[in-house]
């Protein structure tokens, strides 16, 4: 039976408690907390850089899931990686060098994620996930949170799933962006072990944040 995580976006929290809404994720039974960096240039929203997320890492030994939704990334790995980041996803869409960026967030001993957009193919990532800790599949166009589920997006998992088994890979699947009630157990069941959720997590039965998540983790 494999282990399903639930990695919870603070893109959904309270901006102005966020070291408070951190503790509370802990506590509720987050696995990590998905920190979604955001420059507004590779996608239309502005967010928080590597000044918050070091003020951030003392309100949790929870691992850090940052996903950089950022171009230029690359020259921007170190700065991440030093301000507490644990595992460090990058878009391909954004790498000059896929290789040279997964390479530089080794360097820091960090987990390395690629994450694909719902219209970028497996086939762009198809030769580093041999090297990689996780994959993570967006299940929306990045850049804001409460928006639709994608669900051609199924397809892909279940493809990437197959891939693995078949490569007998050891690489996370992770889902952003969407992710409700009526549509978890179909993100599960096509492959993916961690889920991304931001509005249904903070949202949903009046911001039970523990019901929300146990309810995420009972497929
Ligand atoms: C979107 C972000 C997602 C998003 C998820 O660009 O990468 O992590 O915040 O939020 P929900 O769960 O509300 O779709
Ligand atoms: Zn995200």
Do not use: W
């Amino acid at each position: 039976m494999k282990k399903i995580k639930i990695s919870p976006s603070i893109l959904s929290a309270d901006f102005s408690q966020l070291g408070k809404e951190i503790k509370k994720l802990e506590v509720g039974g987050a696995d990590m907390i998905h920190v979604d960096v955001m420059d507004g240039h590779f996608v239309p929203n502005l967010t928080i850089g590597p000044p918050v997320i070091k003020a951030l890492r003392k309100y949790t030994s929870l691992p850090f899931d940052v996903h950089l939704m950022i171009n230029p990334v690359h020259k921007y790995i170190k700065d991440y990686a030093n301000s507490g980041a644990d595992i460090i996803t990058i878009h391909p869409e954004s790498c000059e060098s896929v290789s040279d960026s997964i390479s530089e967030i080794k360097k820091f001993k960090k987990k390395v994620g690629l994450s694909l957009n719902p219209d970028t193919e497996i086939g762009v990532i198809k030769d580093y996930l041999g090297e990689i800790d996780m994959v993570l599949i967006m299940s929306v166009f990045p850049g804001f949170g409460g928006q639709k589920f994608i669900n051609d997006v199924l397809e892909k998992i279940r493809n990437l799933s197959l891939i693995k088994k078949n490569l007998n890979l050891k690489f996370d699947i992770e889902v952003d962006g969407g992710i409700n009630f009526s549509n978890f157990k179909d993100v599960l069941n096509a492959g993916a072990n961690i889920l991304v959720s931001g509005t249904t997590i903070f949202k949903e039965n009046n911001g039970d944040i523990k019901k929300n998540i146990d309810f995420l983790k009972s497929i």
